[in-house]
């Protein structure tokens, strides 16, 4: 088996992205660098991959981290949940959101987590802008 990974668009439009990502383990092992936005087949993307910023975050974890990554040739580290069983919302708004600084950078954004165990669960809601 495979963990379970996916990812549900709640809206798309020309200025923002809301995606549903939901993980779930099943013991063997991590999920590594899977996307949660795909530059390429978003009908509404801009026309730069560094025209994107992540807004807004709400996630739940069980015992294992989670890190949210822009994609690129050198990936770039968004944003990150530790392995405390909590949940957290994280506003980046007032401040203009988290750019995407990966270098040459293909517009995607991805997950990867650590410590991912059999019937872990991760729920996680994110607003990225699109300029």
Do not use: C
């Amino acid at each position: 088996m495979a963990n379970t990974v996916t990812v549900t668009t709640i809206q798309n439009s020309q200025k923002f992205a809301i995606l549903h990502l939901y993980i779930a383990g099943d013991g063997t092992g991590e999920v590594t660098n899977s996307t949660v936005y795909n530059f390429s087949t978003d009908t509404y993307a801009p026309s730069a991959a560094k025209s994107l910023w992540i807004e807004q975050i709400w996630a739940a974890t069980d015992a294992f981290s989670v890190s949210v990554i822009w994609d690129g040739a050198t990936p770039f580290q968004a944003w990150g949940q530790g392995n405390n069983f909590t949940t957290h919302a994280a506003d980046f708004s007032n401040f203009g959101g988290i750019p995407n600084k990966a270098t040459t950078p293909n517009g995607n954004l991805t997950v990867t987590t650590t410590g991912l165990g059999a019937g872990e669960h991760l729920f996680m809601i994110v607003k990225i802008r699109k300029s």
